[in-house]
């Protein structure tokens, strides 16, 4: 596999230095997000020659589960998920170093046991390993599980124990500003900052980390870039898919729990925060704290609402017929449960003051997709004012994070002909084109930057904190309102008309990606 026709990304990986020995212990390894990303993301970095010689994966979970069981379970997982058809050889040689170690996740005893057996496969490796703990249970666990890690001394089983041990945190990290300030005190009783992994996905994906690039390597963007010349910017995260079976974690959640703060928080923070002053993880770091400090609290008041939220009635996604939220299994019929919620921002900065950010996510909304969309000001119509002849758009830059990703300006450009008139017009830039498909997917970046000890695609502690500062206070709102203020929006569509309102306040549209 490892040839010159490989994709871009993995010629660049390659440059890495090569993960030390590791052992990869996954907490919660008979659930859903291992068997459907966590194994596959191994497997295929095994595939890329990106997994040290040295390395063993062991699983952990409350049922006693055989190693030749687990094995089963992860081969069964690969050929089903894997974005890669299953390769035996490759296979074989991860499944020979797979074990399996059962107990609770408040039993100490279970895990001084794992803490021996996990020292029993570093002899059998004849050297030092370090160990990545990935933590994908259910957050009720995350603390007793941390706390475990510290008093069996597997947090320390080095003295060096900073660049021997690291954990992965799962999302969500905490369910309001209270809960992730206390799950970072537990983290940082037991781990220094630098050994903690939180997860948040999205960084892991290709076109998220390009946003960088986009912005900072290239001189044309960034003088346009402020207040001077865009007129707003609007971030969606749409998905066609409705809760399904997660009605249950759902119900508990919503949409700006889920999706907005996280993940569309971190994409916002990307596109605002002003240039760090390296790539280093913490100089990236801090300039998105810095963004996501500087947000203005959120107006709630009925007459003038930043936040719209609503949920999805029964509705045509794809041509099929699907019920409403209230219909779906684990969900309550009076559910006060968000399935959508839009918010405008304010930055209160220099750079910003003045620029609405729009940001919306939504299940069961028309179609997949995930665009950051900079809209920039009208150019003055002194030349070409507007009439017939003129059909003048302001430009805009889109990213398109997911599905088609890429980029779109959009234009203005003369008609063939003899008059002169005008058509707004499109320069794509398409990854699939430019570098091929078959893009790794974000999983598979984000373990190997944890095995490699890179903190850059992860979430620090106070940037968690940051961005539950801002939406703990929306969340208190609604469970004094109750069903106040809920909107409805059907299945396939775009979202309540409501969300539509907010822009026309300030002259502005939501886009139709
Ligand atoms: P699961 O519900 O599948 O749980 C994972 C494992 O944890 C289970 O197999 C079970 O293992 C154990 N477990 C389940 N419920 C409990 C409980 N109430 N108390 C203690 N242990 C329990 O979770 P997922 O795999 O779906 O998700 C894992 C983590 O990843 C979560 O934090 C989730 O929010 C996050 N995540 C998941 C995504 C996904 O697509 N699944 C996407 C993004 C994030 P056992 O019984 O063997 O102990
Ligand atoms: C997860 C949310 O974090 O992200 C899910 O819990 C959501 O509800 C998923 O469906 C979306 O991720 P992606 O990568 O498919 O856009």
Not at 82 to 111: M, Q, V
Request: charged share 25%; hydrophobic share 35%; aromatic share 10%.
């Amino acid at each position: 596999m490892s040839d010159d026709s490989r994709h871009p990304f993995l010629k660049g990986l390659s440059k890495h230095r090569g993960a030390q020995p590791t052992i990869i212990t996954i907490f919660g390894a008979s659930g859903d997000l291992c068997a459907r990303k966590l194994v596959p993301a191994i497997y295929n970095l095994a595939v890329d020659n990106l997994l040290p010689a040295d390395f063993s994966l062991i699983g952990y979970g409350r049922k006693p589960i055989p190693d030749d069981e687990f094995r089963k379970l992860a081969h069964d997982s690969i050929t089903q998920f894997s974005r890669r058809p299953l390769n035996e050889d490759i296979w074989n040689r991860i499944e020979k170093n797979a074990h399996y170690c059962s107990g609770g996740y408040d039993e100490l005893d279970a895990f001084v046991a794992l803490k021996e057996k996990i020292e029993a496969v570093e002899k059998d490796m004849g050297r030092e390993a370090q160990s990545v703990i990935y933590v994908s249970t259910p957050p009720s666990v995350f603390e007793p599980i941390i706390k475990n890690l510290g008093a069996s001394g597997l947090a320390t089983r080095y003295q060096d124990a900073d660049s021997h041990t690291k954990v992965v945190i799962e999302k969500p990290f905490g369910k309001d500003l209270d809960s992730a300030r206390h799950l970072n005190k537990v983290i940082q009783g037991v781990f220094q900052e630098r050994q903690v992994y939180r997860i948040d996905h999205y960084l892991g994906k290709e076109t998220v980390q390009d946003l960088l690039v986009q912005r900072f390597a290239n001189s044309i963007f960034e003088p346009l870039w402020n207040r001077q010349y865009v007129d707003n910017v609007q971030i969606t995260v749409a998905e066609s898919l409705g809760v399904g079976t997660r009605g249950g974690y759902y119900e508990q959640s919503g949409a700006t729990r889920d999706m907005i703060q996280n993940h569309t928080m971190q994409l916002l923070a990307l596109t605002a925060m002003e240039p760090p002053v390296s790539l280093d993880p913490e100089a990236i770091r801090d300039e998105k704290v810095k963004l996501l400090k500087a947000i203005k609290p959120l107006n709630l008041d009925y007459q003038n609402s930043d936040v719209i939220r609503a949920q999805y009635t029964e509705g045509l996604v794809d041509g099929q017929k699907v019920e409403g939220y209230r219909q779906s299994e684990g969900v309550s019929p009076e559910s006060e449960t968000e399935t959508y919620a839009s918010l405008r921002l304010n930055i209160n900065n220099w750079r910003w003051e003045g620029v609405p950010f729009y940001l919306r996510s939504g299940k069961r909304m028309a179609r997949r997709v995930t665009e950051i969309a900079i809209q920039f000001k009208r150019p003055p119509s002194t030349l070409f004012s507007e009439n017939e002849m003129f059909n003048l758009a302001a430009n805009s830059l889109v990213f398109q994070i997911q599905p088609d990703e890429g980029s779109t300006v959009l234009l203005n450009a003369k008609i063939p002909g003899l008059q002169t008139r005008t058509q707004p017009v499109k320069m794509h830039f398409k990854y699939s084109a430019t570098f091929g498909s078959n893009t790794p997917e974000a999983y598979e970046r984000l373990v190997l930057d944890a095995m490699l000890g890179d903190g850059t695609l992860f979430i620090r502690g106070d940037e968690t904190e940051a961005s539950w500062s801002l939406i703990t206070p929306l969340h208190e709102f609604w469970a004094s309102e109750g069903q106040r203020g809920m909107e409805n929006y059907v299945s396939g569509s775009w979202g309540p008309r409501a969300a539509d309102r907010v822009l026309w306040e300030k002259g502005h549209e939501w886009r139709r990606p």
